[in-house]
Each structure stands twice: as structure tokens, then as C-alpha cells.
């Protein structure tokens, strides 16, 4: 690496060997130099970090450039097939004003209609609806009053209904506004006034319907062919906590545990009844759990490749790195499965680029005196050439298998919302709000995904049904 046209590596050889000559310098001197050596070493390491090379966010990158877009060979706009999104006139209007012709300004003569030629303004009409429920009471010669029964639900005197609390939700879990904004809108566009505890009480209601559509997710997760599972820090009330989403193309279930790893993996229990194919970034706990197959995520991979490649000089990270994109590719032009033939001929490429790695990365030297010490430290750049080299079928398994991805990028897609929210919010208040958020967000992303709006999924929680396709698992 260089800075300001200095080689960094050169120079610290150079002062290690300095430092290898001053045969005066004390032990606590010496020691001292030797740590703050490493400490440089570890900060320059991370001065070269970036979302190229290491798993830190875009955002992060200081004065990015702009990623250079291959020009393409088709025209700009929507291509053949899109499906456009023009507003159209609709068949039957909600309304329809008859605009008529003033007679007095036409020169004379003679006319008969010849039909109409229309228009269409597409509006919003954001009212408040307030529906007076008047049962009515009947009274005998004895005194006897007897009361029409009211609609299910209405039970008091004043109550929101279940349209304005499914939009609340929506506004709150899905749009992911503060309380105050929710207010805020409530009040000047409806001249409806709502509390925080009734904005609570809202989101509280949706998560307790809910717990019957979790029961059904997490089951339809256990089941599934394949799942992708990755885990995200958040801030409750000021400590730190883990969120774990597990999800795939139909199903999506987030929770937050105290701790990361198999603990609450296990309370969260899903992954000990899995038996498909788990992709995940390689998190040592996915790991515990042997009866399902594992899938690694090569996005990752390409990364750690690239930082080995920029700060180490590994030049087989590099070759490995063009290797997996090349295998990716053929991957995407064969349909998502290559042939038998080709996907060996991958595979002994593969293992050439790490025997190349071998020898340009040797494993450790043991101390000379053999004394048992543990492990002995390797690179980042060893450990990584380790794993590859360990881990090759995992690695490789989206060759062989079409519901195996190249990446991890679903369960990565549908944890990002849940950063968005910490970065809105900065924190959950409770564990409450917390489980709250997941299991209602967890809800609407999996009808997303089913093809079902967000707003039209929150009014069957309020109307106390399930969507269709859960219900036709439920009956199942």
C-alpha cells in the first residue's frame, strides 16, 4: 500500500529492521515499539476498508465515485414488455358531471346530441367518516326493554375503527413514521385526534392478531427448499440486542433476541426443524445445525478477496475473485444450473487458484521449540484461503443446485428496512415495540412478496381474517 508515494510495507520492514539492530534499547522500550507497530499496522488495515472489500455499508465510503454504468445497447425508456405505469381512464367513474353546451353562442340552426367527449381527473377526497350506530329499543306493556344487537367490535361509546387503526399501523410499521408525524397528520388532514397510547394500543392490537399468521410462517420456513438467514444489531432502550431474520422468495419472519448465536436460534425455532438448504455469510452458528445443507454467500467472499487482493497482494485472491464472477455468469446463461461436465471443469479451476494460494500464502510456521500453544495466528488473508479450501461444496453449491443463489442478498434485501428504522429512530423504547415491529413488519413483507398490498394486508388484521394463501396453509 502507499500514501503520498510512500510504500508502507517497505517502510515497515525497514523499521523492524532497525529495530532488530538496536541491540540497547530496553525490554519495555522495545515492547512499547512493537505495539504501537501493530496498532499502526490494524488502523492502516482499516484505513483501506471500504464497501468494495470489506462488508461496510456504501454510505460509508469517504467521497465515493460514481459506480461507471456499462453503456448498453438499447434505448432508454421502458423496454419491449414493461408494463407501464400510465394513468388510463377507468370504465366506471365514481362520479360524472355532464358538461352542456351554452345554445346561445352556437350560430343557428339545427342540432341533435352526437355523444360526449370525456376526461378524467384522478382525485383524492382525505375525509373523516363518522358512523352513528342507532340500535333500537323496544318496550313492552311490562316495562321490558329489548336492545338491537350491535355489529361485532363496536363495543363503546366513541372508538376508532378498523380502517383508521390499519392506516395508523401502516403509517407507523411500514412507512416507518414517529408518533409525532402520525399525530401530526391525523390532525390536519382528518381533524382526528389520536395519543401515543392509542398509536400503541393500535400496533399492540395488530401484533396479538398476528401470532396465529407467525405460527403459520415459521412453519411454512421449516419447510421450505431453501432459506436465507442473516442477523443485525439493534438499539432497545440503550443495549444492545440482535434481530435474526430468516426468509426466502415467499416467507419472510424477523425476531430479536438478547443474544446472537444457537441460543436464540433455538428459542426462536425455526432452524432446528429446517432441512433444506441454508444460505448464509458463513456465521459460525448456522453451522450447529446438521440437518439441514449449507450455502455460503459469495458476495462476501468477493469482498474478502478484494481487500486480500488491494492490501496483502494476494494475486490468487484476484484470480479467484474473476474465477467466481466467470462461474456466476455461466451459472445465470445456463438457466441456473450448468451440466455435470462443466461445473467439474469449474470446480478443478477452483482448486488450481487455491493450490496457487498455497504457495503464495503458506500456512504459519510452528514455534521451534514444539511447546503446545493453541492455534497459531494466521493472516486475514490465510484464514480466508482456509475456508475457501474447506468449505469448497458450499462454496460452489450454487453451480449444482437451482434454488441455491450466488449471494445472500435476500435475507440481507429484507433485513435493510430494519436499519432503516434504527436509523429514524435511533432506538426501540422496549423489548415490546421491538417485537411489535418484527412480527408486524415480518407480516407485510410476506404478503409483498404474495402479492398482497401492505394497506389491504393491515385491514384483514383489523377484520380479524387471514390472507388467503396463509389460510390455505392453515387448512392444510
Not at 52 to 64: E, L, T
Not at 145 to 167: C, I, M, N, T, W
Not at 356 to 371: R, S, T, V, W
Request: charged share 25%; aromatic share 8%.
Amino acid at each position: 500500500m502507499r500514501i503520498d508515494g510512500v510504500d508502507i510495507e517497505i517502510t515497515l520492514a525497514q523499521v523492524r529492521a532497525q529495530l532488530e539492530q538496536e541491540k540497547d534499547l530496553s525490554p519495555a522500550l522495545r515492547a512499547s515499539i512493537e505495539m504501537m507497530l501493530m496498532l499502526f499496522v490494524v488502523l492502516l488495515n482499516r484505513l483501506g476498508l471500504n464497501s468494495r472489500n470489506s462488508s461496510q455499508p456504501p454510505a460509508s465510503d469517504p467521497n465515493r465515485p460514481r459506480s461507471q454504468r456499462v453503456r448498453s445497447s438499447r434505448p432508454s425508456g421502458g423496454q419491449p414488455g414493461h408494463v407501464g405505469k400510465t394513468l388510463r381512464p377507468v370504465e366506471h367513474p365514481d362520479e360524472i358531471e355532464v358538461l352542456k353546451i351554452d345554445r346561445r353562442r352556437l350560430p343557428k340552426g339545427c342540432y341533435t346530441e352526437a355523444g360526449f367527449e370525456t376526461r378524467q381527473v384522478f382525485d383524492i377526497d382525505i375525509s373523516r367518516i363518522v358512523t352513528e350506530y342507532r340500535a333500537q329499543i323496544l318496550e313492552n306493556e311490562s316495562g321490558q326493554r329489548f336492545v338491537a344487537s350491535f355489529p361485532e367490535g363496536v363495543d363503546k361509546k366513541v372508538q376508532y375503527g378498523s380502517g383508521l387503526k390499519a392506516h395508523a399501523v401502516y403509517l407507523s410499521q411500514y412507512q416507518l413514521l414517529p408518533y409525532k408525524r402520525i399525530q401530526d397528520y391525523f390532525a390536519d388532514q382528518l381533524g382526528i385526534p389520536l395519543s401515543d397510547g392509542s398509536l400503541v394500543n393500535f400496533n399492540r392490537e395488530a401484533f396479538t392478531r398476528l401470532a396465529a399468521f407467525e405460527a403459520i410462517s415459521k412453519t411454512a420456513l421449516a419447510k421450505a427448499v431453501s432459506a436465507h438467514a442473516d442477523e443485525t444489531g439493534v438499539n432497545i432502550d440503550g443495549k444492545r440486542h440482535w434481530l435474526h431474520g430468516l426468509s426466502n422468495a415467499d416467507w419472510t419472519h424477523y425476531q430479536v433476541h438478547s443474544k446472537r448465536g444457537q441460543e436464540a436460534m433455538d428459542a426462536i425455532g425455526i432452524l432446528p426443524r429446517f432441512r433444506g438448504v441454508l444460505c448464509h455469510d458463513h456465521w459460525k452458528p448456522y453451522y450447529r445445525y446438521r440437518d439441514c445443507t449449507h450455502a455460503l454467500c459469495n458476495a462476501h467472499h468477493l469482498r474478502e478477496l478484494e481487500r486480500a487482493f488491494e492490501q496483502d497482494g494476494q494475486q490468487w485472491a484476484e484470480a479467484m475473485g474473476k474465477l467466481l464472477r466467470e462461474i456466476h455468469q455461466a451459472v445465470e446463461n445456463a438457466g441456473g444450473i450448468l451440466p455435470l461436465t462443466e461445473a467439474n471443469a469449474y470446480r478443478q479451476r477452483y482448486r488450481d487458484v487455491l493450490e496457487a494460494g498455497q504457495l503464495e500464502c503458506p500456512e504459519p510456521e510452528k514455534p521451534p521449540d514444539n511447546k503446545p500453544r493453541g492455534r497459531i495466528k494466521r493472516s486475514k488473508a490465510r484464514n480466508l484461503l482456509e475456508r475457501l479450501m474447506a468449505y469448497e461444496d458450499d462454496v460452489l453449491r450454487f453451480m449444482v443446485d437451482v434454488n441455491v443463489p450466488f449471494t445472500n442478498n435476500q435475507a440481507e434485501n429484507d433485513i435493510r428496512m430494519t436499519k432503516v428504522q434504527q436509523k429514524i429512530s435511533g432506538c426501540f423504547r422496549s423489548l415490546e415495540g421491538a417485537a411489535m415491529f418484527c412480527r408486524i413488519r415480518g407480516y407485510l413483507s410476506t404478503c409483498r412478496k404474495q402479492g398482497v398490498t401492505a394497506s389491504e394486508a393491515l385491514r384483514l388484521v383489523f377484520d380479524r381474517k387471514l390472507p388467503a394463501f396463509a389460510l390455505a396453509i392453515s387448512e392444510n
